[in-house]
């Protein structure tokens, strides 16, 4: 049973940065391409940003690109999102999500693991 633990929300100015992290348990980490949505009150959970299992290569929505940063520690068996410049905006709970695919999915389907979501709030 592959479990993914968050860690990493919190209450921040705008401008400011925090950095999210996702820690897979349960399977090999290194096999599963992984993502971060967010869902904001009475909205759909989009997707935020995506990384390729092996390649390491990722894709962004456009709102967050130039801002925030996906990475992956195979070694460690941790993902990361680094958020700067955050906006009001960003408010939303932020979950981490995995996928046996090796590939970068965009829809909420496609993923099979979730975490339990930490919440991100950015005042003005």
């Known amino acids: 049973q592959v479990q993914l633990l968050e860690s990493g929300g919190g209450l921040v100015q705008a401008g400011g940065s925090l950095r999210l992290s996702c820690a897979p348990s349960g399977h090999t980490f290194s096999n599963y391409a992984m993502a971060w949505f967010r869902q904001a009150p009475g909205k759909e959970r989009e997707f935020v940003v995506g990384i390729h299992s092996i390649s390491g290569r990722t894709d962004y929505a456009d709102t967050v690109k130039g801002r925030f940063t996906i990475s992956r520690d195979n070694a460690k068996k941790t993902a990361y999102l680094q958020m700067n410049s955050l906006k009001p905006e960003n408010t939303a709970v932020y979950y981490c999500?995995?996928?046996?695919?090796?590939?970068?999915?965009?829809?909420?389907?496609?993923?099979?693991?979730w975490g339990q979501g930490t919440q991100v709030t950015v005042s003005s």
């Open positions: 999500a995995a996928t046996a695919s090796n590939y970068i999915h965009y829809d909420t389907r496609s993923y099979s693991y």
